[in-house]
């Protein structure tokens, strides 16, 4: 099993930043990918971004350019450093590790979530 806690979250006028940083704990040996997703009222959880052990990053187009993730293996922990907010980046962010079982089966470890606003 895989704990996942997560911090950082709060409100934040549009143009702003935020960092949110999640610290893993338990088999975290096994964990493969890394990531943050979210989901704002209404709508279904989405991708963010992810982080591999090795480092390779995925970060979908709405995000690019403004969300960085970043990994340290040796504390266990992933971070989101979301810079240039826009109001539509509202939403509850849950930190996800992964863990491949095979090339198709794996299971996923979530976070309670932290809550992001971005208001003026």
């Known amino acids: 099993q895989v704990q996942l806690v997560e911090s950082g979250g709060g409100l934040v006028q549009p143009g702003g930043s935020l960092r949110l940083s999640c610290a893993a704990s338990g088999s975290t040996f096994s964990i493969n990918v890394m990531g943050w997703y979210r989901q704002a009222p209404g709508k279904q959880r989405e991708l963010v971004a992810t982080?591999?052990?090795?480092?390779?990053?995925n970060i979908v187009d709405s995000v690019k350019g403004r969300f960085t993730i970043s990994r340290d293996n040796a504390k266990n922990t992933v971070s989101l450093q979301m810079n240039s907010l826009k109001p539509e980046d509202t939403a509850v962010y849950y930190c996800?590790?992964?863990?491949?079982?095979?090339?198709?089966?794996?299971?996923?470890?979530w976070g309670q979530g932290t809550q992001v606003t971005v208001s003026s």
């Open positions: 982080i591999d052990s090795g480092g390779t990053t």
């Open positions: 996800n590790a992964r863990r491949f079982w095979t090339v198709r089966t794996y299971s996923d470890y």
